[in-house]
């Protein structure tokens, strides 16, 4: 069936173009509703009087027909800006919203949105806890810059609490963190990486802005998904980031398969530099306890001789930390504006 | 309706005695109750009395298909009156329940049974036993909830809006996607209101919402999968996912107690329910099924994240990343 260019029969503003022939449009001027094939419209319900826009002199964009309100931006990435944002109505839902800053990095875009919805559809083992602690798809679609130029964007849910990228950890703690606190990021990213190989996938990306800490609940979530390869396919990993080449096995950069044993290179070299350490050697500030850095020097380098799989991997870690701090207990870690 | 005093302790031994009844012994009804037929029905009403000034008007939509059929069941065995007097303890000084129960308008002899505002725990209880616990359900992954939403928005009478301006609570329960549209046949048949075409189920909400606030409580994670995504399409972070469907009490009690700022944040709901007896487990599975909507709100009790005040990036930036090969 041909699509045909509708107009809105209540105000006669344009419509945008169906994204299926039985889809339903909204005129974004009057708010009326029109199927598709133009044969059925219902005008806006009335609308209590009391509900003034929210935030009216924040920016708005529109990503696959719906409406949302920029918050501001949380971050900016190596080819896209990130902002927080919610959907402009009075039933609403917090977002991340990607947009590309770099236009030729938008096929990176789409390929990592198309490896999340495939990841939030896995059925491995531990897929209901895990799959809340990656990005979780909501829509994608071009949105239009102030200057009118298309730009690729991708809209995922808000995971509340998780706002600290190691990134911001660390110049926060710019002599390194607690070696205990680390200890507990590097459980949380072993575990999570466990689920990641587990569905078939290599993230390829494990890198110091991709790794994001909810402070109370010792979480950690994983973003920058545009690099993850399936990795019985024996891909390349498509693009590094320059800022961060040391994180990388240079095998990876020659052009070698990412697999669950690089993931735990770059997960151990994201650990070391968070301890003010230096990921490429391994080598820890003296305040690191042997038995931990030891572990670490191992794990950083290239061909680690042990622990390919990420769950003996972490239970090298319990064992470490039980040699250097005894038994595990609950460690607090604050950020500021953090109770 | 809505006339008649609550009493915490009599709702509780009310429940209590039938603890070890088997469901059928509790709901009894093998059809839809005469008196719970939605057809010709004009008006549900929440009205203001002299002994509750301040009525609240709650709906409870409870999907009685299948498997969800544990969650009328537990309301009635157990947890109602803790619903009653979570709302009380919040603050809430007067509200009034109404349970409909949903099920699959293609497929079910009673997909649409509904109840009538009440505020004494006698009648509630009543209204929520007379559910007939049909146990269907539709072949393909979809319930017939539009069509609760629709009687909600066009046949139920709130004082709390009327008068105050003041906003209902919608609650449904479910496990499957509703439908895209609400039927005009089906609308005609079970409610009796003549509709010109199908209606959009956007649409529904967009009516729904202008009187109650509507939130969807998914049981657990798992049958989140199957249709969270399309929930959260129509009602955003009003989708609720909780991990086990004995929590359906707190978290209801909980997003009106936030909504009404009974509680501040959901630190203070927390230390709230940590006074109830409350399992530490199950607090923290209740916390974080409402963290979403409650990050929504301002109310997640977690320090805003540090923001930029930007727009769009314009031009054509430079890549940080380098292609391999």
Known sequence: ?339 | MGYGGYSYEAHETMTRVRAVLPRQEVFKQRRCHPLMEPHGVKWRESRDSDAHPKSLGIVFSLDVTGSMGDIPDLLARQRLPAFMKALLDAGIADPQVLFMAVGDANDDRAPLQVGQFESSERQMDQWLTWSFLEGGGGPAGMESYELAMFFAARHTDLDCWRKRQHRGYFFMTGDERPYGYVSRRQVKQLIGDSLEQDLPVKHVVDELQRTYEPFFLIPDIARARNCERDWRELLGDRVICMEDPTDTVEVAAGLVGLCEGAFSDLDALARHLKTQDMTRQRLGAVIRALTPFAATLGRDGIPRPRLEDDYLPTNDGESGHRRIG
Not at chain 1, 30 to 55: I, Q, Y
């Open chain 1, 1 to 339: 069936m041909e699509l045909q260019l509708l107009k809105c029969p209540g105000c006669g503003a344009k419509l945008p173009i169906p994204s299926a022939p039985n889809g339903i449009l909204v005129c974004e001027y009057c708010g009326a509703m029109v199927s598709a094939s133009g044969a059925a419209v219902w005008p806006m319900p009335a609308r209590p009087a009391d509900d003034p826009p929210f935030a009216p002199d924040r920016p708005r964009v529109t990503v696959a027909g719906t409406r949302y309100v920029l918050l501001g931006r949380l971050g900016r990435g190596d080819s896209s800006d990130v902002f927080l944002a919610r959907r402009d109505a009075r039933i609403t839902e917090l977002v991340v919203l990607k947009v590309v800053r770099a236009l030729s990095d938008a096929d990176l875009l789409t390929r990592e949105y198309e490896i999340l919805e495939a990841l939030q559809r896995s059925e491995a083992q531990g897929a209901e806890h895990f799959s809340r602690l990656l990005p979780r798809p909501v829509a994608r679609g071009p949105v239009k810059d102030p200057e009118g130029t298309p730009r690729a964007a991708a809209v995922y849910r808000w995971h509340s609490g998780f706002q600290h990228a190691f990134t911001e950890i660390r110049e926060e703690y710019s002599s390194g963190v607690d070696p205990r606190a680390a200890v507990w990021m590097w459980k949380r990213l072993l575990e999570l990486l466990g689920f990641v190989h587990r569905a078939g996938y290599a993230h390829g990306a494990v890198l110091p802005p991709h790794l994001l800490v909810h402070p109370r609940d010792h979480g950690l979530m994983l973003v920058g998904w545009a690099s993850a390869v399936r990795y019985t396919t024996r891909q390349k990993l498509p693009a590094f980031s320059a800022a961060h080449r040391d994180f990388y096995p240079q095998a990876l950069l020659r052009g070698e398969t990412p697999d669950p044993t690089t993931d735990l290179v770059m997960s151990a070299r994201c650990i070391a530099w968070l301890l003010g350490g230096d990921p490429v050697s391994g080598a820890m500030p003296g305040g690191v306890p042997p038995a931990l850095a030891d572990l670490l020097r191992r794990q950083c380098d290239e061909k680690p001789a042990e622990a390919a799989d990420a769950w003996r991997l972490k239970e090298l870690v319990d064992q470490a930390a039980r040699e250097s701090f005894g038994p595990p207990k609950f460690i607090h870690f604050t950020m500021p504006g953090w109770r």
